[in-house]
């Protein structure tokens, strides 16, 4: 069974700093592409920042040179590092990972989100 375990959001003021982490469990990591997405009430589910099973790292335009993703294969996890955050940077962050499961099935799964507030 693929889950994902998302964590690290919280409340933070504007120029701050935090660190989401999504712990996978199910899925072999470097064989599967890895992305969060963030949404805010009445608007659809956009993407963030991903990372290819082969390592090649996308970021939407919105957080180039802010964020950053990295993974951690021992650990199974996916990391974002936001960094100088600004209000509008506020939402729910969810981690999405698809390709291969530990059974060799093909799966796309979604954690459960974390609330990232920005204070202005």
């Known amino acids: 069974q693929v889950q994902l375990v998302e964590s690290g959001g919280g409340l933070v003021q504007t120029g701050g700093s935090l660190r989401l982490s999504c712990a996978a469990s199910g899925i072999i990591l470097n064989k599967n592409y890895m992305d969060w997405y963030r949404q805010t009430p009445g608007k659809e589910r956009e993407p963030v920042a991903g990372i290819t099973g082969g390592g090649n790292i996308h970021y939407a335009d919105s957080v180039k040179g802010r964020f950053t993703i990295s993974r951690d294969t021992s650990k199974n996890t996916v990391y974002l590092q936001m960094n100088d955050l600004k209000p509008e940077d506020t939402a729910v962050y969810y981690c999405?990972?698809?390709?291969?499961?530990?059974?060799?099935?093909?799966?796309?799964?979604w954690g459960q989100g974390t609330q990232v507030t920005v204070s202005s």
């Open positions: 999405r990972a698809e390709g291969l499961t530990t059974s060799w099935d093909h799966s796309r799964t």
